[in-house]
């Protein structure tokens, strides 16, 4: 069996394929630098354009400022809106956990859990007073483990929570040991007995 190569019509089709792609090759070229030649009506307007412009005529440009040819004007109205401080009743109050509002939503899905923030007919344009006696909170890294109790007046949560050491109240301040239920005396407690148990090299 004879190769493809030796068919006397092979060559031809070969030859054939060979002129087409460089007559195409060709068409494209001159196709291009016709385009680029700028015989075509298009390139004349940018052309005229150029012309048209003239660029001696050079304005003197004034960099000085000129702050007092500005006239000055006198607002009658402050800009900033004063808010009036809220009712004393709404000292623990916020906006998408208010308890209250929750409650009205659906138990499905734990939904009434979520952050349902009032619309706004329902919201408040006052400031939320401070609780009463509110003191400056502890300067950081103090503040990481202490509160007021003045700033925060409720004690129930370290009844709740007493068994996981998460806070304890100490005459009028919060204190918040760390550790939770992993650590009920504190990270700091179980380091220690670490280093008793384990050889220090």
């Known amino acids: 069996m004879g190769s493809k190569y030796h068919l006397p019509g092979y060559r031809t089709r070969g030859t054939l394929s060979i002129l087409i792609v460089i007559g195409l090759c060709c068409f494209f070229y001159l196709l291009g630098a016709w385009q680029k030649s700028g015989f075509r009506k298009g390139d004349g307007i940018p052309l005229e354009i150029t012309r ?10 004034d960099f000085e400022a000129h702050h007092n040819d500005l006239e000055i004007i006198e607002h009658d109205e402050p800009r900033a809106k004063v808010f009036k401080p809220c009712d ?44 009463k006696g509110y003191v400056t909170p502890f300067p950081w890294p103090k503040s990481r483990d202490y509160v007021h109790y003045a700033n925060v007046p409720y004690k129930h949560l370290t009844v709740e929570k007493a068994v996981q050491n998460w806070v ?31 050889l220090i090299i």
């Open 168 to 198: 304890q109240f100490q005459g009028d301040v919060f204190k918040f040991p760390g550790g939770g239920t992993m650590f009920p005396q504190g990270a700091d407690y179980n380091i220690d007995e670490f280093e008793g148990i384990v």
């Open 52 to 61: 048209q412009t003239d660029c001696n005529n050079v304005t003197i440009l």
């Open 88 to 131: 004393i009743q709404y000292t623990d109050y916020t906006p998408c956990q208010e308890q209250d509002r929750a409650m009205k939503f659906p138990r499905e899905n734990m939904i009434y859990r979520e952050r349902h923030c009032p619309p706004e007919e329902e919201k408040l344009h006052c400031l939320i007073p401070a609780p």
